[in-house]
């Protein structure tokens, strides 16, 4: 006679899913992990926190190192830059000696040299003197679309040449016929010689027109929506004389005698 079948026989596999939930094969709570495991994960830890303060240590001692190289190379643009500007300075001295002398050699008739004079003037080939404005913009506070951009300057320049300016200069760079105004990432460039903020804008002409005229011209009307949308520092007012310098990058590159 077969024994009697438990009531509950169809629910052993429950029971003991019920009573050892944990897989026999891990170790029970509060036994602890086995010794080879500990002394795996110290190791591990270990080596990351011995790497983790090389790493530390490192920066912190190639901190002062990097920041002095950062100095001296700023020191050196600098020194660089300022050497650039004497040398421009000299070569539009003796370009403006050199151009004396050749005038006065050649024997030119009042009539040429005063037409040589207005070439040079309207070329930017020579200095220039008179009365005409002078415009001092700046960014706005908060960077992003407050800051003054190449184009900003392109209009503005454009601006004055259509009121009748007969020589700009921005900055102390004299502007010609072959002058670039570009954007080279955050600065803008005036014959790829980078511009410092604020940027002053001299232009030698009829004051009393370009004053008339710039509010309502296409020129006036983007600084105006520049002024009160981002902030942009304009200010334009009228100078009794500037004396703008000749563009020492401006050069004869071809020449043709007339007969």
Do not use: C
Not at 71 to 99: F, G, K, M, P
Not at 109 to 136: F, K, M, N, S, Y
């Amino acid at each position: 006679m077969s024994a009697q079948r438990r009531v509950d026989e169809s629910m052993d596999l429950l029971n003991d899913i019920v009573r050892q939930p944990i897989d026999p094969d891990y170790p029970p709570p509060g036994s602890g992990a086995s010794p080879r495991r500990s002394v795996v994960v110290g190791i591990v830890l270990l080596l990351f926190g011995l790497m983790a303060g090389s790493s530390l240590a490192s920066t912190l001692r190639a901190a002062p190192q990097i920041e002095q190289e950062r100095v001296e190379l700023q020191a050196r643009v600098d020194e660089s830059a300022a050497r650039v500007d004497a040398l421009r300075e000299e070569a539009a001295e003796l370009t403006a000696a050199n151009r004396q002398l050749t005038q006065a050699g050649a024997g030119l008739d009042p009539a040429t040299r005063a037409e040589l004079q207005r070439l040079e003037t309207t070329t930017g080939a020579g200095a220039v003197t008179g009365p005409g404005v002078v415009i001092t913009a700046d960014d706005g506070e908060g960077g992003g679309q407050a800051k003054v951009v190449d184009d900003d300057l392109r209009q503005l320049v454009n601006q004055l040449w259509r009121s009748g300016a007969e020589a700009i200069a921005i900055n102390g760079h004299r502007l010609s016929s072959r002058t670039a105004i570009r954007g080279a990432g955050d600065a803008i460039t005036v014959d790829y010689r980078s511009l410092a903020r604020p940027f002053r804008i001299e232009a030698i002409g009829d004051a009393d027109r370009i004053v008339a005229e710039f509010p309502d011209s296409p020129g006036g009307q983007w600084w105006a929506y520049l002024q009160q949308n981002y902030g942009v520092a304009f200010e334009l007012g009228r100078a009794g004389e500037l004396t703008l310098a000749a563009d020492p990058e401006l050069r004869v590159e071809r020449a043709e005698v007339v007969r």
